[in-house]
């Protein structure tokens, strides 16, 4: 196997496996060993990168994973004489777990995970931090970009949110009556924003992360398996990442270079998932209760639903954003109003409505490079040069940054 195989292989991996075997290993020891849970994990894929560098794949990587995780912690509690509360015996099956373990079982002990990161103990923010740490194991500094924080202070807020989980938490199960509603909103908030890192990557050379969007999706789909869970809400938000997934294959040329929607080539949007993501709204309307994911959904659904880019409907697109923006005032839901209005409306009025948000979010990239785009439009050239190079600068993801550099090559001289 290549490196740069062997290095995508870890990573779907990781992304896949990660939470999998984080949510065993913490269900059959102890939320009290969670630090240890995760680099007994984190140990287990050095050790794959290393050995699978020159030795093949075992035919179940899983369950190698699994083994060598488990065998690691069991190391350690040993080192550490930290063997209350686990018996003897786990150790003696320790090999065959994963192999035992049906897909339900493991679907089962993921659920219960998903819950204990947002165990009511926690505030909000740390329920979110935690979530995207132990299900998705993202970095200290994706999880700083996504929620917009200061690292360090992430950094600080994951290890509170760790200290809880491990002296809070206690047994993992999935909450019942009211308890999993209030639970259940804070679940869908963490879906949501891992799918948005998968959508944009924060830095690396993709643009995507594919797998961390369809983790998402996997994630929201096993709430399913939860009947109190399968709620207008939770079916709208798995609409709305069906839709956007479903234009993964055209957001970039074959070299990796980003194509903006107009440039899509949409034979190659997946039919299947928007299938799937009409599927899901209409069961999403079947429940009287309305909800911000269905707006998302619907937006999402106007662009799937166009053949051409000049088909698309921005008109209806706007009226949607203007609901949405009233019950979702976030600098995000603003910017994409705005966009969608320079579309209907025109540059010029798009500009007014953008300096109106400017206290929110300048010196944000995002809102550097549509400013940098809309003063193109009306072709105030200098404007628009001057956002473009501070957007640039800003820029971690590499394929966005060449994005922008070869726009900036277009423009100057203009």
Known sequence: MSEISLTRTLDHLFRHEYSKLVALLTNRYSAAMIDLIEDAVQEALYKAAKMWSY??????????LYRVASNQLIDQLRREKKSVGWEETKEEKTEDVMLELDEDSINDEQLKMIFA???PSMKAQEQLMLSLKLLCGLSVKEIARALLKNEEATKKAITRAKHKFKTEVGELKVPSGEAIKESLNAVMQVIYLLFNEGYKATEGEKLMKNDISEEAIRLAILLLNEESCNTGEL???????????ARFPARTDKDGNLLTLEHQDRSLWRADYIQWGWNFLQRSSQFPKRSIYQLEAAIASYYSNAKTYEDTNWTQILRLYDVLVIHKPSPVVKMSRIVV?????GAEAAIKHLEEIEPEVEGK????????????????????RFH??????QAQNIAERRFLEEKLLKWIGK
């Open 55 to 64: 030795k093949p794949m075992p035919d179940n990587p899983s369950a190698w």
């Open 117 to 119: 990161c947002c165990h």
């Open 235 to 245: 079916n709208a938000l798995i609409s709305m990442m069906l839709f956007k997934a």
């Open 341 to 345: 209005l320079s579309k209907v409306e």
């Open 365 to 384: 990239q995002s809102f550097e490079a549509l400013r940098a785009d809309l003063y193109a439009q009306v072709e105030n050239w200098d404007k628009a």
């Open 388 to 393: 473009l190079s501070i957007a640039i600068r």
